[in-house]
């Protein structure tokens, strides 16, 4: 499942390839990909004629500002020209999305399409089709229409994320540390491989309960989670095999992780050998001799 860097990493690659691009067409391949609005005719509609401006990313969600397509009205620059809501999308478990500029007819896991008046595409494609779409018009708030989007903990890069904030939403509580870091109302952006490496990193076992935490640990846990995440985006998020970046490369699987998709491989600290079990129906990974 992409997490903070490989979402991350489809944000950047959206902003570079898409300069200017104003959807001209919409092809909704498989109708309950899009979430919202509930008929797909209004989100076919409600697109057209939208330049993409700007690409956001917020946790997992990529969030895409949407202006009035270019025409002999439009003003410039164009920050300044008419707002037409947002495209927000959620990857879950296998969405990506291909950009192609010849027309190479769609595979079967293809769930919706968007061209440009070139007929360059902008393609979904997700085979476990698990993936959302929204189209939020001007005037609605997408953090009020998409619960999950409305409910996240702060960007673990944001000064919000300090020691004192993690510090007071894990004291008094008995879940283990592993699930507090999954939980996305937490910390945004954070799933399985990013919170298994932190916790190997920070030398935290994933199954303490997380008011065990020391003050000396959170410190680590928070520095951490930061720098396995910065590290992760650096080399382009790509950790796993499912992940495709937009030309549909895998890019870097394979890349060094420390514990995940290591189990019984040796430890590169101490050479013990790395376990796996599951907490709350997740993998998880680490360290018997380097985490406590
Ligand atoms: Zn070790």
């Known amino acids: 499942m992409p997490e903070l860097p490989e979402v991350e990493t489809v944000r950047r690659g959206l902003e570079k390839k898409l300069n200017n691009f104003i959807i001209k067409k919409v092809e909704v391949c498989r109708d309950s990909t899009v979430a919202f609005p509930t008929n797909k005719e209004e989100f076919i509609k409600g697109l057209r004629n939208s330049l993409i401006y700007k690409w956001d990313r917020r946790g997992k969600y990529l969030i895409a500002e949407l202006k009035e397509g270019q025409n002999e009205n439009t003003q410039f620059p164009l920050e300044n020209s008419k707002n037409k809501g947002f495209l927000v999308v959620h990857l879950r478990m296998t969405g990506y999305f291909k950009f192609m500029d010849n027309s190479t007819p769609p595979c079967k896991h293809t769930r919706i399409r968007f061209f440009d008046e070139n007929n360059n595409e902008l393609r979904y494609i997700d085979v476990r089709s698990f993936g959302q779409m929204w189209w939020i018009k001007q005037g609605l708030s997408p953090n009020k229409i998409i619960k999950g989007l409305g409910s996240l903990g702060p960007e673990p890069f944001s000064k919000d994320f300090d020691t004192k904030y993690l510090k007071k939403v894990i004291s008094k509580r008995t879940k283990s540390i592993k699930a507090i870091l999954l939980d996305q109302t937490i910390v945004a952006g954070i799933g399985n491989i990013y919170a298994d490496e932190s916790l190997y990193n920070a030398g935290i076992l994933p199954f303490r309960e997380a008011q ?81």
């Open 212 to 292: 065990t935490i020391r003050m000396n640990e959170i410190v680590k846990l928070r520095e951490s989670i930061v720098t396995v995440l910065e590290k992760s985006i650096g080399s382009g998020g790509t950790t796993f095999s499912d992940f495709r970046d937009l030309e549909g490369d895998n890019g870097n699987f394979g890349l060094h992780t420390n514990v995940y998709r290591r189990t019984g491989k040796e430890c590169h600290k101490c050479g013990n050998l790395i376990e796996r079990q599951k907490i709350t129906g997740r993998s998880t990974h680490w360290c018997p001799k380097c985490q406590k």
